[in-house]
């Protein structure tokens, strides 16, 4: 199927006034590639793999993610970012199951690990990471059928993303139906008021404020400052990209954010240990938990 097929049926897929992404005039060229090719992905994965197989293999989650994020005074959602499409390859170093048994030692409180080939992420990353941690694993990728759902779950995930800004009302809703009926998370992704209003029509319980635009790529943490006074008190909060700093980590706090999820500040950062404490906030007395070892 060519690109153009494959973007017409993305688009025929929404209904109702809100306009995704993928179906805005001009919107990011970038995101409108990786919609299509996740469309064709999905579906080559369906025909290898019909979905009663995948079933089989699926043993329900016990929502790890919200049970770690409400116990921890602040939390780090440390993520396993190898590369960006904006700025392409971020980190050489480590590879993914290293990342996240260093981000493990030094008291991240979750793991994010992207599955997306413009990460260069892979689904099979789950599992590595998996073998190496215990602590809960969000797939990060762009979450467009339910069949994704599943099959993050069958790989051993926790939580998945939902990006509202690529999603219709009626597929939020589906989405955290299926992925709450096998006890996996969700973390909503939001970028302004109106995606906001949506999610706190849902039963969302965790809302991650992007402060990236996923269009134009530029980052402001005023995003997350601007939109918390509209965040209604059952949402757990959590605010996501752009956070380099310990200073950072405390200004969110402060203004009453439940932790932050931080991919390119701790791949880059030159002693990745040492970040993965400062944004933990693990040497702050009331901070975030600190696991030795
Ligand atoms: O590397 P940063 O700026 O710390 O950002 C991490 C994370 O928020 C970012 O990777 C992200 C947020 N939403 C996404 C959706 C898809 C892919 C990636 C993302």
């Known amino acids: 199927m060519g690109l153009k097929q494959t973007e017409q049926r993305i688009v025929k897929k929404f209904t109702g006034s809100f306009k995704p992404y993928g179906r805005r005039k001009g919107v990011g060229a970038m995101l409108k590639t990786i919609l299509a090719k996740k469309y064709q992905e999905v579906k080559t994965a369906k025909q290898r793999r019909p979905l009663p197989s995948l079933l089989q293999d699926i043993k329900p989650g016990n929502f790890a993610l919200r049970t770690a994020l ?64 215990e602590l809960p694993i969000l797939r990060k990728d762009f979450i467009v059928d339910v069949y994704q759902i599943y099959e993050a779950r069958a790989v051993g995930a926790d939580a998945v993303l939902l990006i509202a800004g690529i999603l219709s009302d009626g597929e939020l809703e589906e989405f955290l139906t299926v992925a709450h009926g096998i006890g ?13 209003n949506r999610v706190q029509q849902t039963p969302a319980l965790l809302v991650g404020i992007n402060n990236r635009n996923l269009k134009t790529f530029t980052v402001d943490l005023m995003t997350t400052f601007s939109l918390l006074p509209h965040c209604d008190k059952r949402r757990i909060i959590i605010s996501e990209s752009g956070v380099k700093t310990g200073e950072d980590a405390l200004r969110l706090k402060a203004a009453g954010v439940q932790g932050i999820l931080v991919g390119e500040g701790l791949v880059k950062a030159e002693n990745i240990a040492a970040k993965t404490r400062e944004l933990a906030l693990a040497n702050t007395q009331n901070g975030g938990r600190y696991h030795a070892g």
């Open 70 to 133: 409400k116990q921890s005074a602040w939390s780090l959602i440390a993520e396993c970012k190898l590369a960006s499409p904006a700025k392409g390859r971020l980190c050489t170093q480590y590879s993914v199951p290293e990342l996240a048994k260093i981000y493990t030692a030094h008291g991240a409180t979750a793991l994010s690990v992207l599955t997306d080939s413009h990460f260069c992420g892979a689904l099979a990353d789950i599992e590595a990471v998996r073998a190496v941690t």
């Open 184 to 196: 996996l998370d969700c973390l909503v992704e939001v970028h302004n008021e109106v995606e906001l």
